[in-house]
């Protein structure tokens, strides 16, 4: 409600809605075919204009008209004053974040941590050597492409120490203009940890970046054509790689939130267990 407050002036819920009503009704009643139509039948016109299709194409590489209805549904819409991104009654990272989490997860006399290992160069000796093994890295990756390769988004980092107290005032600040070519700048000190050295801040830039075989892979492109893909190696890892768990936004090839992740590795727990 801040948002449109702004935006048009209006006041109360309905107000809104009348707003964004009167907006979406460009698509005719249409059944929204791809982000854009998507966004336009939750928020209208507007605020598709000023907070997502400069976004969402700098992010994806994409024009929004080429990418599917799904990605923004989740972009929760609420009538109401408060700011927080979601309705979840917990929201933000855990408190001491998630390192602490991974090391009470590993503190265990059985469990041995080798870091700076590239899994491929030694796959045939996990696969022969273990019964079960969790792989999170790319699936089509872990088959050396052989049915094609999954497209990928990636993303570059450009940090800088500012001679500011305060830079920005939030840990997070997103660009939503086409026009500014990073998406968001990242504030550390605003984070639970490290306030840091008075006087000083630390700013990192995240830019959107084309994927090539090298690259640090982040998000899956979940279009028609690499979802038939995925479902092909799906296929694949249920005849080839029966003692495999693919597990993660690469081995399972869709975008998960960090709850969603953490919930996905629970079911993977209860399957493994009941099975």
């Given at each position: 409600?801040n948002?449109?407050?702004?935006?048009?002036g209006?006041?109360?819920p309905?107000?809104?809605?009348?707003?964004i009503?009167?907006?979406k009704?460009?698509?005719?009643?249409?059944?929204?075919e791809n982000?854009?139509?998507?966004?336009?039948?939750l928020?209208?016109t507007?605020i598709?204009?000023?907070?997502v299709?400069?976004y969402?194409?700098?992010?994806w590489?994409r024009?929004?008209?080429e990418l599917?209805?799904f990605?923004i549904r989740?972009l929760?819409v609420?009538?109401?004053?408060?700011?927080?991104?979601?309705?979840?009654?917990f929201q933000?990272i855990?408190?001491?974040g998630?390192?602490?989490?991974?090391?009470?997860?590993?503190?265990?006399?059985n469990?041995?941590v080798e870091?700076?290992?590239?899994f491929?160069?030694k796959?045939?000796?996990?696969?022969?050597?273990?019964?079960k093994v969790?792989?999170?890295?790319?699936i089509d990756q872990?088959?050396?492409?052989?049915?094609?390769?999954?497209?990928y988004r990636?993303?570059?980092f450009?940090?800088?120490?500012l001679d500011?107290?305060?830079h920005?005032?939030n840990?997070?600040?997103?660009?939503?203009?086409?026009?500014?070519?990073?998406?968001?700048?990242?504030?550390h000190k605003?984070?639970?940890?490290?306030?840091?050295?008075?006087?000083k801040?630390?700013i990192?830039?995240?830019y959107?970046?084309d994927?090539k075989r090298?690259?640090?892979?982040y998000?899956p492109?979940?279009n028609?054509?690499n979802?038939?893909?995925?479902?092909q190696?799906?296929e694949?890892?249920?005849?080839?790689?029966r003692?495999?768990i693919?597990?993660?936004?690469?081995?399972?090839?869709?975008?998960?939130?960090?709850?969603?992740?953490?919930a996905a590795?629970?079911?993977?727990?209860n399957?493994?267990?009941e099975g």
């Open positions: 409600m948002t449109f407050n702004k935006l048009w209006v006041v109360t309905q107000e809104a809605m009348d707003k009503n009167e907006q009704s460009v698509l005719n009643g249409k059944t929204p982000l854009e139509e998507q966004a336009i039948s928020v209208g507007d598709y204009e000023k907070l299709k400069g969402t194409e700098k992010q590489g024009k929004a008209t599917p209805a990605i989740r929760p609420r009538l109401t004053y408060d700011n927080n991104y979601f309705n979840d009654n933000g855990p408190v001491g998630y390192t602490q989490i991974v090391e009470k997860m590993l503190d265990h006399e469990i041995t870091t700076g290992v590239d491929f160069d796959k045939d000796e996990y696969m022969n050597d273990y019964d969790l792989f999170t890295g790319m872990f088959f050396n492409y052989e049915l094609g390769e999954l497209e990636s993303l570059r450009e940090t800088e120490v500011e107290d305060n920005q005032g840990a997070v600040v997103n660009y939503t203009d086409a026009k500014t070519p990073y998406t968001r700048i990242i504030e605003h984070f639970e940890f490290g306030k840091g050295e008075e006087g801040t630390v990192t830039r995240e959107p970046a994927w090298g690259d640090e892979p998000y492109v979940n028609d054509k979802n038939t893909l995925y479902e190696y799906k694949l890892a249920a005849k080839k790689a003692n495999v693919f597990g993660g936004r690469l081995g399972q090839y869709r975008y998960y939130n960090m709850d969603q992740v953490i590795a629970l079911e993977a727990v399957e493994e267990f």
